[in-house]
């Protein structure tokens, strides 16, 4: 057993003072010692966070002992050491970041697609009348996604709405979303259900339950996580690399942001052309003034304090 963990969780439902809750959440938190990200908002709870084993235990329960937060489920790493830096409480419109086009408008607990357990995913993997539609971002979908899954070019999940006409050839197939946990699919199968998809279908506690529970089966390549750990691995059963390196096309899994701040932009970077990049994405980001220095990582910590007027 690992001296740390890491969770992931979600869970929408309705919060009455955002402010006033995240004022106490990031107090609690504090008093704990747990580092990670979180996000409230009236729709509901977004969280990474990561601590000890006891310190992860007490946070659980102080989330559930809430009764707005019955049913919240909790995907736990065991980490070497915690997956944050810092941490960070912040109060927004969302607790993931849509758009005004539609998509913002989609109640899960009102609209979504039909749950699938992790072992009736494996039995939907093959099936001719069934797609899988993968709604993360582009860079978390290129360095891993399920086999022949149809991804979207998009830069961030408020793009998906976009993606609509390209897809409404689908509306007589099964659809299976996914993404990472499980939070913006309740969203996207509940948007292709108001623009009349009929069978719309979503991956059960995203990429990460599945693995936990089937090993990974068919899930190409690796898994974009929003902490210090930037990618994880996902299949055991029959792993491949499926990502390339920007600059010189070679196979690796290795997820950078671009050293030069005004870029940052996600993509694959070996550990060759890292080194020689200075963790870059093109020569120009390598001429910025804003380029940040290259620790071999290309993982950069944000400025911002997690004192409270930094974070709600």
């Known amino acids: 057993m690992k001296p740390y963990q890491t969770l992931l969780y979600y869970k929408y439902t309705t919060i009455a003072n955002p402010e006033e809750f995240a004022q106490h959440h990031l107090d609690f938190c504090e008093r704990l010692g747990i580092v990670g990200r979180i996000i409230v908002a009236a729709e509901g709870l977004n969280g990474t966070i990561s601590g000890t084993v006891v310190q992860c235990k007490k946070y659980m329960e102080h989330v559930l002992s809430n009764p707005i937060f019955e049913g919240i489920e909790f995907k736990i790493d065991e980490v070497d050491a915690p997956s944050f830096e810092r941490l960070y409480v912040r109060v927004k419109p969302e607790i993931v970041h849509s758009s005004l086009r539609?998509?913002?408008?989609?109640?899960?607990?009102?609209?979504?697609?039909?749950?699938?357990?992790?072992?009736?995913?494996?039995?939907?993997?093959?099936?001719?009348?069934?797609?899988?539609?993968?709604?993360?971002?582009?860079?978390?979908?290129?360095?891993?996604?399920?086999?022949?899954?149809?991804?979207?070019?998009?830069?961030?999940?408020?793009?998906?709405?976009?993606?609509?006409?390209?897809?409404?050839?689908?509306?007589?197939?099964?659809?299976?979303?996914?993404?990472?946990?499980?939070?913006?699919?309740e969203k996207a199968s509940g948007y292709l259900l108001q623009n009349g998809f009929k069978n719309v279908y979503q991956v059960d506690g995203g990429i990460v339950k599945y693995a936990k529970e089937t090993g990974g089966k068919d899930f190409?390549?690796?898994?974009?996580?929003?902490?210090?750990?930037?990618?994880?691995?996902?299949?055991?059963?029959?792993?491949?690399?499926?990502?390339?390196?920007?600059?010189?096309?070679?196979?690796?899994?290795?997820?950078?942001?671009?050293?030069?701040?005004?870029?940052?932009?996600?993509?694959?970077?070996?550990?060759?052309?890292?080194e020689k990049m200075e963790g870059c994405c093109s020569d120009a980001c390598m001429q910025s003034p804003a380029k940040r220095v290259y620790d071999g990582t290309g993982y950069y910590q944000r400025e911002s304090s997690t004192a409270a007027q930094g974070c709600i």
């Open 102 to 185: 539609g998509i913002r408008n989609v109640d899960p607990n009102q609209t979504t697609g039909i749950h699938l357990k992790p072992h009736e995913v494996l039995e939907m993997l093959d099936k001719e009348d069934v797609v899988f539609l993968d709604v993360r971002s582009n860079y978390e979908s290129n360095v891993g996604h399920f086999k022949n899954a149809l991804k979207l070019d998009i830069d961030n999940f408020r793009d998906f709405p976009e993606q609509l006409k390209g897809i409404e050839h689908l509306k007589d197939k099964k659809v299976v979303t996914y993404c990472t946990g499980g939070i913006k699919c």
């Open 220 to 274: 190409e390549g690796k898994l974009y996580v929003f902490d210090n750990r930037v990618v994880v691995d996902v299949n055991t059963v029959n792993p491949n690399i499926v990502s390339v390196c920007k600059i010189c096309g070679t196979t690796s899994a290795r997820m950078v942001n671009c050293a030069n701040a005004e870029c940052n932009e996600h993509f694959v970077l070996c550990e060759s052309c890292g």
